[in-house]
């Protein structure tokens, strides 16, 4: 359990914007750039959830027709949400270089601006085929702080490395209401609501920790034919009315996460013969996932080893997702890699 002063000092109800001011203050060395990035990503996620609402009326649902890099149709928010984060990220001073699953190459800032010292990483709008359904959808942030020389631009060695090097890490999820949850390695993981009539995130899940288990296990079945044999057999073994299972899967990834990290819970991602690497992002999404479920008390594997322990060899790659309550994760993974 990582070693970290707890946030009970703060009541629920205190912003977001105190909450990261009084958390810096025990940071000597702070310049000022994290509380700084972490308000461009709040106003961000403040304008991206007000369009997600308003969705169905301002017309934003449906396709642009265009293809992302993933090779999947573009909807009009994935456009705007991934513009809009990268506007309020470009223009502050706190980041030297952006990645986003929108883009196929790294974002450098652009002059005149003056470049970070950290490195933002993000699915800028997860689940967005869910968009026209109104189901919950989200943004997926990872942040590093930079390793090339200060005052230069950025470079992919300040992407292109161990996930266990993340600083902070955290998402937004748009649902019934909006919550933008942040794992740091000081302060663990706490949720913000969102108050539109204020237009202020509120503390409101303060120092999230898993259960010890769970009972809910959370994976696509409709795949079952095309997983790997000792994953079918042990999913089918879970499925013994003696242990107690239920199956939840919504389909988009924040959405089945933070649920798991409130209630408890394992979801998987496996290699499937349509994706043999998995379908999710290392990079942008496994990671920063990884890094809050651990912070939370939990793990996350790819199948096989340690997702932190990774090193992102590409911008995009894929990677199979095993994450949730650190016994589920052991027993999933053991099964997954038994030889
Ligand atoms: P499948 C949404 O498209 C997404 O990227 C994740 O949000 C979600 O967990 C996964 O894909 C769902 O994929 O193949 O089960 O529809």
Known sequence: MPDRAPTTQFEEGTTLDRFLQETARSHPEATGQFVALMHQVTLAAKMVSSRVNRAGLAGMIGQTGQVNIQGEFV?????????TFKRALEHAGVCCLIVS????????????????????????????????????????????????????????????????????AGYVIYGSGTILVLATRDNGVNGFTLDPAVGEFFLSHRDLQLAPSARTYSLNE????????????????????????????????????????????????????????????????????????????????????????????????????????????????????AE
């Open 75 to 83: 909807m009009k928010l994935d456009v705007y949400a991934n513009e």
């Open 101 to 168: 699953e929108e883009e196929a190459d790294p974002i450098h800032i652009p002059e005149p601006f003056r470049t970070g010292r950290y490195a933002f990483t993000m699915d800028p709008l997860d689940g967005s085929s869910n968009i026209d359904v109104n189901a919950t959808i989200g943004t997926i942030f990872g942040i590093f702080r930079r390793k090339s020389p200060t005052g230069g631009p950025g470079a992919l060695e300040d992407v292109l490395r161990p996930g266990h090097e993340l600083t902070a």
């Open 222 to 337: 409709g795949y079952a034919r095309q997983w790997d044999p000792r994953l079918a057999a042990w999913i089918d073994r879970l499925k013994d009315p003696a242990r107690g299972f239920s199956q939840r899967y919504i389909g988009s990834l924040v959405a089945d996460f933070h649920r798991n990290l409130l209630k408890g819970g394992l979801f998987i991602y496996p290699a499937t013969a349509k994706s043999p690497r998995g379908k999710l992002r290392l990079l942008y999404e496994a990671f920063p996932l990884a890094f809050i479920v651990e912070q939370a008390g939990g793990a996350a594997t790819d199948g096989r080893g340690r997702i932190l322990d990774r090193v992102a060899e590409g911008l995009h790659e894929r990677t199979p997702l095993v994450i949730g309550n650190r016994d589920l994760v052991a027993e999933a993974t053991a099964a997954m890699s």
